[in-house]
């Protein structure tokens, strides 16, 4: 399921267990572990998935900026998109959309994420890796230099947090614009990369259940309580609810000349603003997902892309102006909850797994999970793989 601004391309038929958005493209994981991509081509040709990887397994994908990199079943990342020219300034940069150049040969991994012209990803032994564009050297908008943290920034640039986070202790990472989150095994998160908002000066300390890099603002839930927390630029109340709309008359909010002001450029937070399990931060909007599998969305909305479809989801991804959501497979919006029970308190149970076996044992239409229309094991082990993780990942 898509939403937001359509230059992207329609999403392809058939079941997803994974998908990643980029900013005119998308990439996603078949239920059959294959890789399918779509959306505007050129200049990079991101809407095909290379030939020597077309039919290979892979386990996660990332869409930046202008490439795409992918983790493969065997652990070694391989990319394609944008490239950074030899000699380009600024010195040091290298292809974003290829494997991390300083790392041997056979170095494994176990995550990865892309932002605008970076890489990052999650060694097997923990530790992390960034390449691509090494700092941003100039201020890049039209509003001029900022005070950071109380400290006026130099004409010359943004202040860059430059050195990779060190220690053997990762566990997950997300990237967007030009700065990375990433987490530790204790559950606290740090950045690094450009801090044009403070978006990593003001990283929450503390634990963290769910976290997500937005362009120029971050988004985290505590761990234990799921408490919201925003941080960084809140030009369109992407950060929180507490943006204040300009008065009849006034200039619009920044960005939403020709979008009209507020309306048809803005979508505020509902109120009650809900709980939510996880967070995905986008170009000036961000995404939430609520316990039920819904999605909410707030802060720019010039293309819909603050307009998420109805309906319960298992995963989604969010960036620029446009999003995607894997959604549950059954009538109900929920595949897991195959015997067809609505109970709040008892959504998933073993009756679902149950219901599941008895239709799939008389080869019943709707078992065909990865939509190739036959009634075999692997749709069995699909189900079974998608109900655990739903189970699982609730809080």
Not at 142 to 170: H, L, Q, R
Not at 257 to 277: M, R
Not at 372 to 394: K, S
Request: hydrophobic share 35%; glycine share 16%; aromatic share 10%.
């Amino acid at each position: 399921m898509g939403w937001g601004d359509n230059g992207q391309g329609k999403e392809p038929a058939g079941y997803f267990r994974a998908v990643s958005t980029g900013n005119r493209h998308a990439i996603g994981i078949r239920a059959d572990g294959t890789l399918h991509a779509w959306g505007e081509g050129a200049p990079h040709d991101l809407d095909e998935v290379p030939v020597e990887l077309r039919g290979v397994q892979a386990i996660a994908v990332a869409a930046g900026y202008e490439h795409t990199i992918v983790l493969l079943a065997d652990g070694t990342i391989a990319g394609w998109g944008e490239q950074v020219q030899p000699g380009a300034w600024p010195p040091g940069s290298t292809d974003p959309g290829a494997r991390p150049p300083n790392d041997p040969p056979g170095t494994t991994y176990v995550a990865i994420a892309a932002g605008e012209h970076i890489s990052v990803a999650i060694r097997s032994d923990g530790s992390l890796v960034s390449w691509g564009e090494l700092y941003s050297y100039s201020c890049g908008d039209d509003i001029g230099c900022i005070t950071c943290a109380g400290v006026p920034i130099p004409i010359g640039g943004f202040p860059f947090v430059s050195a990779t986070p060190s220690g053997n202790d990762f566990v997950a990472i997300s990237a967007t614009g030009h700065y990375a989150i990433a987490q530790r095994a204790d559950g606290t998160i740090v950045g690094w990369g450009v801090d044009s908002r403070c978006q990593v000066t003001n990283i929450p300390t503390g634990a963290v259940a769910a976290f997500s890099a937005g362009h120029q603002h971050g988004l985290s839930l505590a761990a234990g309580t799921y408490a919201f927390n925003g941080w960084g630029r809140n030009n369109f109340g992407q950060r929180d609810n507490t943006l204040t709309l300009p008065a009849p008359g006034q200039p619009c909010l920044e960005g939403c000349v020709g979008f009209g002001c507020p309306s048809n450029c803005y979508k505020p937070p509902p109120v009650p603003f809900p709980a939510l399990i996880r967070v995905g931060g986008s170009y000036f909007n961000s995404i939430g997902q609520r316990p039920d599998g819904w999605l909410i969305g707030w802060g720019r909305n010039s293309f819909g892309q603050s307009n998420v479809p109805a309906g319960s989801y298992f995963a989604f991804s969010c960036n620029y102006d446009h999003g995607f959501a894997i959604m549950f497979a059954d009538s109900d919006d929920s595949y897991a909850n195959f015997d067809g029970g609505s109970g709040a308190a008892q959504r998933y149970s073993a009756s679902d797994l149950i219901a599941f076996h008895q239709s799939w044992a008389v080869g019943a239409a709707r078992t065909d999970v990865n939509g190739d229309g036959a009634i075999n094991g692997t749709d069995y082990l699909r189900f079974v793989d998608l109900f655990g993780r739903t189970i699982g990942g609730a809080p």
